[in-house]
């Protein structure tokens, strides 16, 4: 379905940093209704840099950003409100607020978000500070998700979780992606993330150095992760 679909979000010839200094350079980027689409590279690529200016966090210093095919700059809230949903690098949650609260502050209904994710039932009156690790990504992709976004930017989901969370994670992105969202994420840990997305790139010094099929990505990992993924060293 989703390669006849116009692309939902796209970055052309994308360039993005700090200070008017780029770090990101002439990036191609497209995600297209019911895919998901997986950034990868390592440490200090470039990878949160583009995620941030896509969700309209940090200004673009080149190229274009489209929105349903429009040419846009708009801030973060509006974006948002337009159906972006993001899951940022920093865990979201709101420490001294309960579960139950960080949910009602969030874009979409709570019984939504606890559809999704029915695990956060039992937690609704706990402080989120409290939650563990995994809980509190689960509770960010919660509130992200529950608002039905047309296209989910999420940065980092696995960080430090266990492998059987991770799974979880992904196995929410990919129905979100089923029900016709389009999923930007970006990982370090490039197996997992490989298994549920579509589509893949690599960058590296802020450049698309590798684009193509998941599974071909899939297929072709060890080169991948040998010639790019190498660590902060090659970055
Ligand atoms: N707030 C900032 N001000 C100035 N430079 C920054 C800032 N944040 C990141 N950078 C620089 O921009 C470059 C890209 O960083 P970015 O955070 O986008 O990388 P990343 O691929 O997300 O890395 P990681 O895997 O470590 O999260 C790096 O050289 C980094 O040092
Ligand atoms: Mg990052």
Known sequence: MSAE???VLQAKNLCAGYRRVPCVRDVDLDVRPGEI??????NGAGKTTTLLTLSGALPALGGEIRWRGEPTTAALHHRVRGGLG???EERSVISRLSVRDNLRIGPGPVERALELFPELERLLGRRAGLLSGGEQQMLSTARALAAEPAVLLADELSLGLAPKIVARLMRAL???ADRGAGVLLVEQHARQALAVADRACVLRRGR??????AEEATRDIRRIE????????AA
């Open 5 to 7: 679909e116009p692309p």
């Open 37 to 42: 689409v997986v950034v990868l590279g390592p």
């Open 86 to 88: 993001v899951v940022p």
């Open 174 to 176: 990919r129905e979100a």
């Open 208 to 213: 698309v150095v590798w684009s193509g099929p």
């Open 226 to 233: 040998g010639a790019y993924l190498g660590g902060a060293a």
